[in-house]
């Protein structure tokens, strides 16, 4: 089966996407979902951006350079999920974008009374949504719909969408297992209802595919540091749909959401397009790591990294049924690729302490990088620019060892820390 691994990485057309990162050898990283490693490109531009331009041009380089770097990345942003040029900010964190577009979405509707998300919501965004019933919208209520499954995750959301929906506030690809809504239909009956969408789509960008403009999405937030590799806490993006802006008022109006921010009227107009949700002074060393991912997932494709993400899992599944599967493996992402995004969550009862082996091995000298979600899943990202399918062959083969050695149990099962 190595050999299987040799020749696809041999006739992979992306192989050679992989020197524009700087990886070990020892590390086998499988955490692109979490924190994507930096291209050299990404590097360079935030060297260059406190070498030159913090260090040399000073406060010049807002005109010269930081202020369109900052609209310049939001339009290359824009691109990769087909939105118009005005409908994405880069700002924030993914959990303050949401705040903004959540409050407004709410403000916005006096007569619809309901706000559903679900379990397989990432906690941050339950969390800023029970905090905008209980302290900014009393007389709304907030359905979380339990899912105990994936498998009629889609249903129990169409099911529950009726005309009393104002919002609808879901993860895009789910952080546990993966899975991906039907957010087409979806979004489809929202429409019919009267209601308004917000997708997370911190799981999904770069990832897979994204039309926003095919799916109806209303509006969408993400995260850049995932697969787009931005770096740890780059700023975030915000989506909003042209034909929404105009109904829609940010609730955090700083001197950036301002019509002409440097006039410093003390009155606030608000400037037009997706800008009105910005609110503060962007984080440009931050927000430098980005640029030069977006141009390499524009060339590349999102088809493309697609369709190897696709072949990744195809081959892992392979390994899957001959050597883990009798190892009591099992695995919780959909088999069906029109349903999943780019990890697998591989589950075992002893998952936190085999995710540990694996990260800090005590019989081997290979560190796989994976991470931990509780109870019991290994989360395998994929990345298709960098991951070659001898990486699946060495992990399926470490972890094999880590069970038949009983390695895990050299580990405590307290947890501690992120991974
Ligand atoms: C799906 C999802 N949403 C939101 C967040 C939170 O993002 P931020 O820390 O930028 O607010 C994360 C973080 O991992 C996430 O995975």
């Known amino acids: 089966m190595r050999e299987q691994a040799i ?24 955490d692109g979902n979490s924190l994507g490693p930096p291209l050299r490109a990404a590097k360079s531009q935030i060297q260059e951006t406190i070498e030159h331009h913090w260090s040399k041009r000073l406060i010049r380089s807002w005109n010269e350079d930081w202020l369109d770097a900052q609209k310049r990345t939001a339009e290359k942003l824009a691109k990769l999920i087909n939105a118009e040029p005005d ?19 709410l403000a916005s509707n006096k007569e619809k009374k309901e706000v559903i998300t679900d379990s397989l919501n990432f906690p941050s965004d339950l969390y800023i949504l029970q905090g905008l019933q209980q302290q900014s919208f009393k007389e709304k209520s907030l359905r979380i719909i339990e899912q105990e499954s994936c498998r009629y995750a889609n249903d129990r959301i169409l099911e529950a969408i009726s005309d009393k929906l104002n919002l609808l506030s879901l993860s895009h690809v789910t952080y546990k297992s993966a899975f991906k809504y039907d957010v087409k239909s979806i979004n489809k009956k929202v429409k019919q209802c009267g209601g308004l969408n917000l997708w997370d789509l911190s799981h999904s960008i770069g990832a897979v595919s994204i039309d926003v403009k095919d ?14 590799n931005a770096g740890p806490g780059a700023p975030a993006f915000l989506y909003i749909s042209k034909a929404i802006q105009e109904k829609l008022r940010n609730p955090i109006q700083g001197w950036f959401s301002h019509k002409n921010p440097f006039e410093f009227d003390r009155m606030f107009e608000p400037i037009t397009g997706a800008q009105a949700f910005a609110v503060g002074t962007p984080s440009i060393i931050s927000l430098k ?20 993400s696709k072949d990744l899992f195809d081959y892992f599944i392979l390994n899957f049924q001959n050597i883990l599967k009798e190892r009591d493996f099992t695995i919780d992402t959909p088999l069906d690729s029109s349903e ?13 302490r085999i995710n540990l082996s ?10 796989f990088i994976t991470d931990h979600r509780p109870p019991n899943i290994i989360r395998i990202a994929l990345s298709p620019l960098y991951m070659r399918f001898e990486d699946i062959w060495h992990l399926t ?10 390695e895990y149990e050299l580990y405590s099962d307290i947890k501690t820390g992120v991974i």
């Open 7 to 30: 020749i696809r990485d041999q006739n992979d057309t992306l192989r050679n996407y992989r020197d524009l990162f700087d990886l070990e050898e020892s590390t086998i990283y499988l």
């Open 87 to 105: 409908e994405v900010i880069i700002a924030d964190s993914v959990s303050v974008n949401l705040y903004k577009l959540a409050f407004a979405a």
């Open 215 to 228: 799916l109806g999405v209303d509006m969408a937030v993400g995260c850049t540091y995932k697969y787009l």
């Open 289 to 308: 790591g980005i640029e030069p991912n977006l141009d390499v997932f524009l060339e590349a494709g999102m088809q493309t990294l697609e369709r190897k």
């Open 340 to 352: 999943r995004g780019s990890h697998i969550a591989l589950l075992h009862k002893e998952a936190y």
């Open 358 to 367: 694996l990260i800090n091995p005590r019989i081997t000298r290979k560190s």
């Open 397 to 406: 083969e470490r972890l094999a060892e880590i069970i038949d050695t009983k």
